[in-house]
């Protein structure tokens, strides 16, 4: 039941980001200095936060996916399912742990 909310969440977050990024990039065409004013307040380390969870958000909506994709389409599937559900777990966590590291050194350089 978990995974099912947390892919509802994460959904829901990837498409409010996507619909916020296309606003402030029409602010190209309305306003070019108001575009570059709401660009800069992007610079923040918040904002960094933010962009570090949606990159959680979307690999584990994709990994989720794929795993509701081969309970619906594989005969096996939901038989599957759990152990599905701990191996899409493992490769989230090996490859979000180095990421956050990683995004985590650069945001501290970035904001010295």
Same mark, same amino acid.
């Given at each position: ?24 990039? $029409?602010?190209?065409?309305?306003? /070019? ?6 660009? +800069?307040?992007?610079?923040? /380390? ?9 990159? +959680?958000?979307?690999?584990?909506? +994709? ?11 594989? $005969? ?12 899409? +777990? ?7 742990? /180095? $990421? ?13």
């Amino acid at each position: 039941m978990w995974s099912w909310v947390l892919h509802r969440i994460t959904g829901a977050t990837i498409f409010f980001f996507l619909f916020v990024h296309v606003l402030d990039t $029409a602010l190209v065409r309305v306003s /070019p200095q108001t575009y570059n004013e709401v660009v +800069a307040t992007y610079t923040t /380390p918040i904002v960094g936060l933010m962009e570090f969870g949606l990159v +959680a958000a979307v690999g584990f909506h +994709a990994l989720n996916g794929i795993r509701i994709i081969l309970i619906d389409f594989w $005969a096996d599937g939901p038989r599957h399912q759990k152990t599905m559900l701990w191996i899409i +777990a493992v490769v989230y966590l090996l490859v979000m742990v /180095p $990421a956050a590291v990683a995004i985590g050194i650069h945001m501290m350089e970035h904001f010295r």
